[in-house]
């Protein structure tokens, strides 16, 4: 069964660098897309970003100068990082899987999901 | 950006009714790309439906989804107490992929 995992920082300093990790068992990250969203209680749901292959990603044009994903396919993980945060990055952050192997389906599993709050 | 408008924001409803879920989007989903998702408090979203009307593995026939264009519907027929939680649709037709604010569905 396959699980995502956020791991990083609860709390970021404002204009600072917010960094997570989402940990992937039960699947390889060398295939399918994998992603971010965050949820706000003022924004709702916001897509971020996915990255796929050997490192191409699409980002969120909102946040596309702030944001940079990678992977690191020897420890099947995943990474995001948001530049130049403010308090109107807290949220909870997921990671997600969106399939395409066999099946294209979007979204179709998620982490527990990590709450970063932005505070001096 | 495609803006998705969800309607209604609560319904109120018994166990055994029907649920029906409006999702409106600004402009034309590109090939019907449009999910639904559960999310009950304290929990991730779960996704029931994909392109618009394709069950994901597992989720019940009691959930059904129909529309095309800008209007998509979610159905629940028959709602279980495990149904009462909230509902977003999300298109993933073109970027950016958008989400819509969520229907609550809460027991009458």
């Known amino acids: 069964q396959m699980q995502l995992k956020e791991s990083g920082p609860g709390l970021v300093k404002p204009s600072e660098t917010l960094s997570l990790t989402c940990t992937v068992s039960g699947d390889s990250i060398s295939s399918n897309y994998w992603g971010w969203i965050r949820q706000t209680a003022g924004k709702g749901l916001e897509w971020i970003g996915h990255i796929y292959g050997v490192g191409d990603t699409i980002n969120n044009p909102s946040l596309n100068s702030r944001v940079n994903m990678s992977l690191d396919m020897s420890k099947n993980q995943f990474s995001l990082t948001l530049r130049s945060v403010t308090a109107a990055d807290t949220a909870v952050y997921y990671c997600?899987?969106?399939?395409?192997?066999?099946?294209?389906?979007?979204?179709?599993?998620w982490g527990q999901g990590t709450l970063v709050t932005v505070s001096s | 950006e495609i803006v998705l408008t969800q309607s209604p924001g609560t319904l109120s409803l018994s166990p055994g009714e029907r649920a029906t879920l409006s999702c409106r989007a600004s402009?034309?989903?590109?090939?019907?790309?449009l999910g639904w998702y559960q999310q009950k408090p304290g929990q991730a979203p779960r996704l029931l439906i994909y392109h618009a009307s394709s069950r994901a593995p597992g989720i019940p026939d009691r959930f059904s989804g129909s529309g095309s264009g800008t209007d998509f519907t979610l159905t629940i027929t028959r709602l279980e107490p495990d149904d009462f939680a909230l509902y977003y649709c999300?298109?993933?037709?073109?970027?950016?992929?958008?989400f819509g604010q969520g229907t609550k569905v809460e027991i009458k």
């Open positions: 999300q298109q993933y037709g073109s970027s950016p992929l958008t």
């Open positions: 402009q034309s989903v590109s090939s019907n790309y």
């Open positions: 997600v899987r969106t399939r395409i192997l066999g099946i294209y389906l979007p979204f179709d599993s």
